[in-house]
């Protein structure tokens, strides 16, 4: 089965009660190993050293009532029951819901969008294209399309959650790793155990890192049993704290124990909130992994697994604690003194492994949302390797994989404690949570068409609560807050200088595009000889003849005799559908055997291999020629007056009624069965490998031109496919300012040098069969 045909199906196939249980089952492990591991770490973070447990035992209660409300305001409410209806075509997270407020405000980032984008089907879901029903939310829409400004101000916005999330992924494996064997502390001499733990955590980190590549799908069904296991082993180990130490813990959750805190401990009870904050690390994934699963499937899961366990794990350290207020050794709060002595190893045991299953799943999110940021030209194009053809988006990208490892490494080895990586993690996880707010408040008016009120109601309840978190984490800015700021601020400088530089390059494409005149001049033979094969000339225009293809016919003595302009482009949805893959339209008269062939991709699909888009390609180009412009799968695009409208074409596996396309060895080459035609390629002298045919339906009939041009399209196959691919050296204009200069000529010039091919990812194409014409860009 073709691996996007599966993928969509299985996306949009209802499922059954026995699936979503399933689902429910595997999102432990996939979503929730960093929620779950949370408990190592926070009130070890909390009490570390803006408050003091004391005998009152006013701290620990109020810490716990704020754990309490934390977790069921924040990721209780406001994901499960809120954000996870936001999802974009089933897709999650901060790009997400950029990409769904792109299609009703009509704010898309990227220039090669067409108006035949919006009449794709995951494009129009939701009401997509429906005016606001409200007058507030018609003036926003017409506010966000008429300024530029807020447009920038609100890619910026998504960006600074990207990049938060990205930082998210340095700290989140830190931190959990080096949380989860701290418990060695408690196995040996204090002034050993600090030359322990930090080599122990970088050897973990660096075998997690090593054995990314081989993807999760090898071990990913251990995940589940072992957050199960580990979330088993909590809330036991709570439920036994709790009835053996201080059956009357439960008290602590009334929200009046917060304001005895405050009262108690003022400035540094409010400071210790970015410990506290720690307790909802790892919320953010149930939205955006909710592409991997179903919304119900997530809320199961949470709501009678997840919650609870971590409530009555919350519940049992705060009943241990309120009992022992003189700690062995001298030793800081932590997970490990609640845990009976005898169970300390196994549990141990269990918590590296969690920890490790929690920053896979961090590390695997961070890959899934550079690749969505590539797809819509906001970062640097890199290797993108698919680790699974089963399981649908488990990607592997190796240049960022090995940056994750080495700042990974270094942040634990330079902060060496809790403390600081807690700081640092609890800043990136709640900016993050502000970013989803601001752009949920927008959601809710233009995309769910509700009042203005409701919208400012969600954003100044949910927003106030992650203010005062936030605030507690930035003023630790000295103590570890820095990184992620840090961190982020080197990515978001990335991410614009490059979706800049693109942007502006695709503008240069479109003012020095070559006037269809001039092509008409050079007759069909284009002024050269034209030789038997496939040329498949790549460009971002969607539209006009590239000013590059100039030069082609200018410094190259022959050229292919079929020629396809070839754009390969991003739209703001997640998935595009196979049978809408394709769109294909001529360029100039048919005896000119020019085609124009753009290949639409979600931020989500999976690009094909080099072969099977050949063939995807070749075929496309095919119905396009039987077809004639006209039939079911056809559709007008509002081109300008250079070219005639272009058909809607999908994959070969799509159309089994239309034409497909068989390539035999030529000493194997069969008679067609008594219902199908063949097209074959012309006797030829020349020795060949392939036989190419085309096979199609008995009807609806050929003419005599279209049977021309399909022969000649199979013999133009047989001898092969060429890439020509433009090599743009960008440069700044003479006069520019010193910033622009700086910007173009060294920003994005390293960024373009140092990154992949515009076509590496989504062709493949062998480095025998690719031609490449430089030409410098003055922009």
């Known amino acids: 089965m073709d691996p996007e045909t599966g993928a969509y199906q299985n996306r949009t196939k209802k499922a059954s009660w026995r699936s979503v249980l399933v689902l429910a089952y595997q999102s432990l492990g996939v979503v929730y190993g960093d929620l779950s591991t949370s408990p190592l770490y926070v009130y070890k973070s909390t009490f570390a050293e803006d408050i003091h447990h004391s005998e009152t035992n006013e701290e620990i209660f109020g810490v716990l009532s704020f754990v309490f409300w934390t977790l069921t305001l924040v990721p209780l409410l406001k994901y499960v029951f809120i954000v996870l209806r936001a999802d974009d075509n089933g897709e999650g997270g901060t790009f997400a819901l950029y990409s769904l407020l792109c299609r009703h405000a009509r704010v898309n980032p990227l220039p090669s969008c067409q108006v035949v984008d919006e009449e794709l089907s995951e494009y129009k879901k939701d009401g997509v294209g429906l005016s606001p029903k409200t007058s507030s939310g018609s003036r926003l829409k017409s506010t966000l399309e008429r300024r530029r400004v807020l447009q920038r101000l609100l890619l910026v916005l998504a960006l600074i959650g990207t990049c938060m999330v990205i930082g998210d992924g340095v700290l989140t494996p830190s931190i959990s790793v080096f949380s989860a064997v701290s418990g060695l502390e408690l196995s040996m001499a204090k002034e050993h155990h600090k030359y322990v733990e930090v080599p122990v955590a970088c050897v973990i980190l660096i075998g997690l890192f090593a054995l990314q590549h081989y993807g999760t799908h090898r071990v990913g069904f251990l995940f589940a049993p072992v957050v199960v296991l580990w979330l088993f082993c909590i809330s036991a180990i709570g439920l036994y704290n709790i009835f053996h130490w201080n059956p009357h813990v439960y008290q602590a959750l009334s929200p009046y124990y917060m304001y005895k805190f405050l009262r108690k401990t003022q400035r540094g009870g409010w400071m210790s909130l970015g410990g506290i904050l720690l307790c909802i690390t790892g919320s953010e994934a149930m939205f955006a992994d909710l592409g991997h ?448 200069k700086m910007v173009i000529n060294v920003g994005y010039d390293f960024l373009r040098r140092n990154c992949r091919a515009p076509t590496a990812d989504a062709l493949s194409a062998p480095h025998a069969s690719t031609l490449e014409v430089g030409m410098v860009y003055p922009i």
């Not at 100044?460 to 992650?466: M, R, T």
């Not at 020795?687 to 041009?709: G, L, Q, Y």
């Open 293 to 740: 699963f179903s919304q119900l499937s997530i809320q199961i899961a949470f709501t009678s697994v997840v919650y609870p366990s971590l409530i009555l794990a919350y519940m049992g350290q705060a009943a241990y604690l309120s009992k022992h207020h003189v700690i062995d050794n001298d030793y800081r709060i932590g997970f490990y003194v609640s845990v009976p002595e005898k169970l300390r190893w196994p549990v141990l045991g269990i918590a590296i492994l969690a920890a490790v299953v929690g920053s896979q799943a961090i590390i695997t999110g961070t890959f899934s949302i550079i690749k969505q940021c590539s797809a819509l030209g906001c970062f640097p194009r890199v290797k993108i390797v698919h680790t699974s053809s089963k399981i649908h988006g488990q990607i592997y990208i190796p240049e960022i994989n090995w940056i994750l490892m080495v700042l990974c490494l270094a942040v634990t080895i330079g902060f060496r404690d809790t403390k600081r990586l807690g700081n640092a993690s609890g800043l990136a996880v709640i900016t993050v949570m502000l970013v989803t707010t601001c752009l949920m408040s927008l959601v809710i008016v233009l995309c769910w068409h509700q009042s203005f009120v409701l919208a400012i109601a969600f954003v100044l309840f949910f927003g106030a609560i992650e203010a005062l978190y936030f605030s507690a984490s930035l003023v630790k800015f000295l103590q570890g807050a820095w990184v992620p700021i840090a961190l982020a601020f080197i990515f978001l400088i990335v991410m614009c200088v490059w979706h800049y530089g693109t942007l502006k390059k695709y503008e240069y494409d479109v003012e020095n595009k070559v006037s269809i005149k001039w092509l008409m001049s050079l007759g069909p033979s284009l002024g050269i000889v034209r030789v038997r094969g496939i040329g498949l000339v790549h460009t971002e225009l969607v539209s006009g003849i590239p000013a590059i293809f100039s030069h082609f016919v200018t410094n190259l003595p022959a050229f292919h005799q079929v020629l396809v302009f070839l754009c390969i482009k991003s739209v703001p949805v997640p998935h595009v559908r196979p049978e809408e893959r394709f769109l294909v339209g001529r360029i100039g008269p048919r005896e000119f055997r020019l085609y124009r062939c753009i290949v639409r991709y979600g931020y989500r699909d999976i690009h094909k291999d080099d072969l099977e888009f050949e063939n995807d390609l070749v075929c496309s180009v095919a119905e396009f020629v039987r077809t004639g412009n006209a039939g079911s799968c056809s559709a007008s695009v509002d081109n300008s007056k250079d070219e005639d409208t272009m058909t809607v074409v999908g994959t070969s596996a799509t159309h089994a009624d239309g034409i497909q396309m068989s390539e035999d060895d030529i000493d194997d080459v069969g008679v067609a069965g008594s219902s199908m035609r063949e097209i074959q390629s012309p006797p030829s002298i020349m020795p060949r490998k392939k036989r190419v045919r085309f096979i199609m339906p008995e009807s609806p009939k050929i003419d005599v031109e279209a049977r021309d041009e399909l022969r000649e399209l199979t013999e133009a196959r047989e001898a092969g496919v060429a890439y020509i691919l433009g090599h743009s050296y960008v440069r700044a204009k003479q006069g520019s300012s010193f910033l622009r």
